[in-house]
């Protein structure tokens, strides 16, 4: 969740599109007494139930036990909780020291790519308690952080979380007048919808791990074509998003997504370069015996 910047006369002028309608965002799905169910808080479960399924399934199919899944995802979720908070706290870190207690209680600001390196984490984690290779089981979590994250971003379109795009006159533009972060634009106003873009991004991601599952037998490559895929997705994304530059023009996420897709590119090329040895090695063997 982001705080988000006042728009300019240029901005005003660029979203307006007379279509006729003003859609609307649901923050709150339901609400009985004092209970309130949040559509963010929904969408993120969600997130991590279609994730546990996905893993469940990639887990059976290589011969480990499925119920690890539930497991796997638990570790994953206080992780990257407890990841995306810490590193939105670096990223407010005047705010932080203004008053910690307040930031630190906020049902607001939780940063993704905090998010994804604390899960990943969490899960390596529990990867060693349980004695298993890191490089097979992150191949295996790979398809379902992509799917978790692609239905994880809806609650953030349906709650008007911050992560909305610049004004436009495209004709899929969207408003969020009851956005939980308040909504600066005047009547007639629509942005570019990024939370729908992520959705699509990596739910193309996930089709793509989910299809070439097994034709990569290197352990870390399945793993470094999600970090590739995943990263160069968000950061062509960004530019379609508000949030402010950090260095070299580009913003936080940009500079995070080029070191993981340099780090995905490394596993990659590893597993290739393996493979080729491998395959070498085994030619010349067979070649021996004859």
């Not at 379609?240 to 590119?265: C, E, M, Y």
């Amino acid at each position: 969740m982001l705080a988000q910047r006042q728009p300019c006369d240029k901005d005003l002028l660029v979203g307006t599109r007379p279509l006729g309608y003003d859609p609307r965002m649901y923050p709150v799905l339901l609400q009985i007494g004092p209970i309130t169910i949040y559509s963010y808080g929904v969408m993120m479960a969600l997130g991590f139930i279609s994730a546990g399924w996905a893993l469940g399934r990639e887990l059976q199919r290589r011969g480990k036990d499925p119920n690890l899944a539930s497991t796997f995802v638990l570790w994953a979720a206080i992780g990257g909780l407890v990841g995306a908070r810490l590193l939105f706290v670096l990223q407010e870190w005047r705010a932080f020291l203004a008053d910690p207690w307040a930031l630190l209680v906020t049902g607001a600001g939780f940063v993704w790519y905090g998010g994804l390196l604390g899960g990943i984490v969490g899960v390596s984690l529990c990867i060693r308690r349980y004695g298993l290779f890191w490089g097979e089981m992150m191949d295996a979590v790979a398809p379902s952080i992509a799917l978790g994250h692609g239905v994880g971003r809806i609650g953030c379109h349906l709650a008007g979380d911050g992560d909305w795009g610049p004004p436009t006159t495209l004709p899929w533009g969207v408003a969020y007048p009851n956005a939980i972060v308040g909504w600066d634009y005047p009547p007639g106003i629509y942005v570019h919808p990024t939370p729908l873009y992520e959705t699509t991004a990596y739910l193309l991601v996930f089709a793509f791990l989910w299809i070439r599952r097994g034709q990569s037998p290197q352990p870390g490559t399945q793993f470094g074509w999600y970090l590739v895929l995943a990263s160069t997705a968000r950061f062509f994304l960004e530019f379609v998003r508000v949030n402010p530059a950090l260095a070299f023009g580009f913003t936080q996420a940009q500079v995070l997504s080029i070191v993981l897709v340099s780090a995905g590119a490394f596993l990659v090329l590893r597993g290739r370069e393996t493979g080729r040895s491998a395959s070498v090695a085994a030619t010349a063997t067979q070649g021996k015996r004859r």
